[in-house]
């Protein structure tokens, strides 16, 4: 089944505890991205990949780094987690950058405390 | 600084109206506009509109983009409770889809 999938699903955590977010897809996109969801402000991309080793910030890039190694993963991570970065995490791909619709992932809900 | 607008953020309707959803947008290089519904977690890929004036139908779905006045509506008609949901859309910029821009969100709630 075409899918992207998204771990963990639920996240509770400390201040200052590194933690990774795992996106992985199943069906050879070029495109990756990550998006995070907060009540009243809708869905704010975080960092984009257009292709394998092809990184680059979104709107709200700070505090999280992504990196882009295998076609396939996009995994975003928080070096420091604070609790502004409490917020539904989505994960989506895309066969290419340019006219295609994206395909989301399940969602990570992350709690910092 | 790319703008994606939504309106209204809330709408209450009774099973069978007929509900009209707005978003109007200002973002560089326009060249496409997305709808997308979120019922309990991921959004999922409902229209993308390229060409001003030409609907396109989903069952009772449909949409429309005016590239003139910078604004789309998304039409249900003959709502049902599976209608409820949050209807983003969402813009690209720059020069292809990397970089989207989201709205807010139209909250629907269907009574029966």
Same mark, same amino acid.
């Given at each position: 089944?075409?899918?992207?999938?998204?771990?963990?699903?639920?996240?509770?955590?400390?201040? +200052?505890? /590194?933690?990774?977010?795992?996106?992985?897809? %199943?069906?050879?996109?070029?495109?990756? @991205?990550?998006?995070?969801?907060?009540?009243?402000?809708?869905?704010?991309?975080?960092?984009?990949?257009?292709?394998?080793?092809?990184?680059?910030?979104?709107?709200?890039?700070? +505090?999280? /780094?992504?990196?882009?190694?295998?076609?396939? %993963?996009?995994?975003?991570?928080?070096? @420091?987690?604070?609790?502004?970065?409490?917020?539904?995490?989505?994960?989506?791909?895309?066969?290419?950058?340019?006219?295609?619709?994206?395909?989301?992932?399940?969602?990570?809900?992350?709690?910092?405390? | 600084?790319?703008?994606?607008?939504?309106?209204?953020?809330?709408?209450?309707?009774?099973?069978?109206?007929?509900?009209?959803?707005?978003?109007?947008?200002?973002?560089?290089?326009?060249?496409?506009?997305?709808?997308?519904?979120?019922?309990?977690?991921?959004?999922?890929?409902?229209?993308?509109?390229?060409?001003?004036?030409?609907?396109?139908?989903?069952?009772?779905?449909?949409?429309?983009?005016?590239?003139?006045?910078?604004?789309?509506?998304?039409?249900?008609?003959?709502?049902?409770?599976?209608?409820?949901?949050?209807?983003?859309?969402?813009?690209?910029?720059?020069?292809?889809?990397?970089?989207?821009?989201?709205?807010?969100?139209?909250?629907?709630?269907?009574?029966?």
């Amino acid at each position: 089944e075409a899918q992207v999938t998204q771990n963990p699903r639920y996240l509770i955590t400390v201040t +200052g505890k /590194k933690l990774t977010v795992t996106c992985s897809q %199943n069906m050879n996109h070029e495109y990756m @991205s990550w998006y995070r969801q907060d009540p009243g402000l809708g869905l704010r991309q975080i960092y984009y990949s257009m292709n394998v080793e092809v990184t680059d910030k979104g709107d709200v890039p700070e +505090g999280y /780094k992504v990196s882009r190694k295998e076609k396939r %993963n996009f995994p975003l991570i928080l070096e @420091s987690p604070s609790p502004n970065q409490t917020s539904l995490y989505f994960c989506a791909s895309s066969l290419s950058g340019y006219y295609n619709e994206q395909f989301f992932g399940p969602g990570t809900r992350l709690t910092v405390l | 600084e790319d703008k994606v607008v939504q309106s209204p953020l809330s709408l209450v309707v009774h099973e069978g109206d007929t509900v009209t959803l707005n978003c109007s947008y200002e973002v560089t290089n326009f060249r496409s506009l997305l709808w997308y519904k979120q019922e309990k977690k991921a959004p999922t890929f409902l229209f993308m509109l390229t060409s001003s004036g030409i609907e396109k139908k989903s069952g009772r779905l449909s949409s429309i983009l005016d590239k003139k006045e910078l604004f789309s509506i998304l039409n249900i008609t003959a709502t049902q409770t599976g209608d409820s949901a949050i209807y983003l859309c969402a813009a690209p910029s720059n020069f292809g889809n990397e970089k989207l821009t989201f709205g807010t969100g139209t909250r629907l709630t269907i009574i029966p």
